[in-house]
């Protein structure tokens, strides 16, 4: 048996069953046609392949009233998968593929059928860095901000045990709600679509942390077996079509949790500081990120190197950050630009949860700073 993530269009309107226990099930059809790109860089549909997907739950429950709604809609579905030969006498070979999905994700909010198979999908940063305190979360709460007010759909998710980002990002998300160590522990059944919740400002959800159980969940990854490390992916691939941005906030580690949000990124967004600059503690951060991408993600690259905090008025701060531009430059890191200045309006508006651009004037331009990153990680303004 293997693992499989795919996305593909239903075959026909699956029927809602219920198992001796009254839970609801359902199989569905799904047909996944093959992308191929051309040397002119254009697509082509390859094969076809029909799937047999088996859904549990709620998860049951909701794909057929959406393909009620809807029609042949899209969805990706991630499980064990199997496939079985039949040698019928006489007859033809036939091979059945069957997944029993543990994710299922809609590729649409619309309630209308989807019919384009080229869907946008969400791309995926991991704020980063084993050091405390450099900015992280604040540089996610900021980019956030300006990811919304640029009209993109934004899913924030907060794989610290602290649980920083989602008190400042999230109202009234209680101690023993679910949240990511429910998705990613073995025990739960929560799916990430089971977590998530609303975010303070519109267009925002969170995949929230409170209380102490992600730190119980980075101590059961650490003895769990294979496959661990994309756990958050696998999860992620169920709800990327229905974002444009997924910012993933780590804590101060390179633990299996920081792994989980690197293996699921498209780009890693180092956030450091000018004063707190150290060679090593970059160089340690680097071979992490490059043994994940030889491991478990070839699409990771180093997106983006933020210079928080800085102090250009200082002797020292302009000192380091000469040495980083040279170390980023030798080590060909997109090094974002400006640097972040210290300031305490930076704190402030993360702490009380505001927009720089809801600020007076210096505030705004603080929020220039960060809307200038956004465009630089994801080429859209
Ligand atoms: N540019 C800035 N100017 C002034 N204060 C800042 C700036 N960036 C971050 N801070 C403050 O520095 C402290 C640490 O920032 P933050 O919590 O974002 O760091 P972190 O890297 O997420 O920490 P941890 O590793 O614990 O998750 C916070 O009090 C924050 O308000
Ligand atoms: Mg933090």
């Not at 002119?40 to 794909?63: E, R």
Request: charged share 25%.
């Amino acid at each position: 048996m293997s693992y499989i993530t795919r996305t593909g269009n239903l075959a026909a309107t699956p029927v809602l069953r219920e198992n001796d226990k009254g839970k609801p099930y359902t199989y569905a059809r799904v047909l996944v046609t093959d992308r191929i790109r051309q040397e002119d860089g254009s697509y082509v549909d390859g094969a076809t392949i029909g799937y047999d997907v088996a859904v549990q739950g709620n998860q049951a429950q909701n794909l057929v009233d959406a393909a009620e709604r809807c029609g042949n809609i899209r969805i990706t579905f991630a499980g064990e998968y199997r496939a079985t030969v039949y040698r019928p006498e006489g007859g033809e070979e036939r091979i059945q593929h069957e997944v029993r999905a543990d994710e299922v994700g809609k590729h649409t909010t619309r309630e209308e059928p989807v019919t384009d198979t080229n869907q946008r999908e969400a791309v995926i940063l991991t704020a980063c860095n084993q050091k405390g305190g450099v900015g992280k979360s604040t540089t996610v709460f900021h980019l956030t901000r300006a990811a919304v007010l640029a009209g993109l759909r934004v899913l924030v998710v907060d794989s610290d045990p602290q649980g920083n980002i989602t008190s400042v990002l999230t109202e009234d998300v209680g101690e023993t709600e679910p949240g990511l160590a429910d998705v990613l522990s073995e025990y739960t059944p929560d799916t990430i679509a089971d977590v998530i919740v609303p975010g303070i400002w519109e267009g925002l959800d969170v995949v929230p942390t409170t209380g102490e159980t992600l730190g119980v969940v980075r101590d059961q990854l650490v003895v769990a077996g294979a496959a661990r490390e994309g756990r958050l992916s696998r999860a992620l691939e169920a709800v990327r079509g229905d974002y444009d941005l997924i910012l993933i906030d780590c804590g101060p580690n390179l633990d299996q949790l920081v792994i989980n949000a690197l293996t699921a990124a498209d780009g890693a967004l180092v956030v450091t500081q000018t004063k707190l600059w150290s060679a090593n503690g970059l160089a340690k951060l680097l071979d992490t990120i490059t043994q994940v991408q030889q491991s478990y993600n070839p699409r990771l690259r180093v997106a983006g190197v933020v210079l928080n905090q800085h102090e250009s008025r200082t002797v020292g701060g302009g000192h380091w950050a000469g040495e980083i531009e040279a170390a980023a430059e030798a080590r060909g890191l997109p090094l974002l630009t400006p640097p972040v200045p210290k300031r305490q309006a930076i704190a402030d508006a993360t702490e009380e949860s505001i927009g720089l651009d809801e600020g007076d004037a210096d505030a705004r331009e603080l929020a220039a700073i960060y809307d200038g990153y956004l465009t630089q990680l994801t080429g859209r303004n």
